[in-house]
């Protein structure tokens, strides 16, 4: 695709449960991000793919969150038993040359 | 790991004024040293970024400075217009590992 898609734009979600979010980076990207953006605040790193070496977990906040990306492409953002503290935009970018193109993000709202 | 610090976190300037921001690093193994403009509601967009073997580069009224003896890189924005008002990200990067600064939130008043 032309850009980095991410699904779905918004999920609204109850207490305790899980969700799963997705990143379609753009072709050819080596490297994947995902970035939680609380309202009004920077960009919180969270996990970092590159190519077929061990993911960088260090920005997980805690081990209900996790993330895989299959074939080196599609990325999915996995937050179990979630919190109302977990609402926030999150955001993926993808990578080529250190430039970093980010998608929409989803808006999460745990209630 | 590298750390980014960013100031500062927000900024308040009269339009036409010139608007200044800055960031230090600290892995000297960094050099790529993108900026990032986000408006309220959107997704960050590249506006403008350095790579370490030039020390200034500039792009019609934004312009970066990059210090890689002292690990800090600015941006400047003159002549301020409303449409500058923004949050505004720095960030650091070597081989594809990039941390962002935590932001400033420019506000252009008219």
């Known amino acids: ?111 | 790991g590298e750390n980014v610090e960013q100031h500062p976190s927000t900024l308040s300037v009269q339009e036409g004024d010139s608007a200044v921001i800055k960031c230090t690093y600290s892995d000297s193994a960094s050099n790529y040293f993108p900026w990032y403009k986000q408006e309220l509601g959107k997704r960050p967009q590249l506006i403008i970024d350095i790579r370490s073997n030039v020390g200034e580069k500039k792009d019609q009224r934004i312009a970066v400075t990059l210090n890689k003896t002292a690990k800090h890189f600015s941006l400047h924005i003159t002549e301020t217009q409303p449409e500058d008002s923004a949050v505004y990200f720095c960030a650091a990067s070597h081989n594809n590992d990039m941390r962002f600064g935590a932001g400033t939130r420019l506000t252009v008043k008219p």
């Open chain 1, 1 to 111: 695709g032309a850009g980095v898609s991410q699904s779905p734009s918004n999920k609204v979600t109850e207490k305790g449960k899980d969700v799963e979010l997705r990143c379609d980076p753009i072709s050819g990207h080596t490297a994947l991000y995902w970035y939680r953006q609380s309202l009004g605040q920077g960009l919180e790193f969270l996990i970092y793919f590159q190519g077929n070496s061990a993911p960088d977990k260090s920005g997980l906040p805690s081990d209900r969150f996790s993330a895989e990306r299959t074939g080196g492409s599609v990325s999915t953002l996995t937050i179990q038993r979630t919190q109302q503290e977990d609402s926030a935009v999150y955001l993926c970018a993808s990578s080529a040359d250190n430039i970093q193109y980010f998608g929409a993000g989803t808006r999460l709202s745990v209630l």
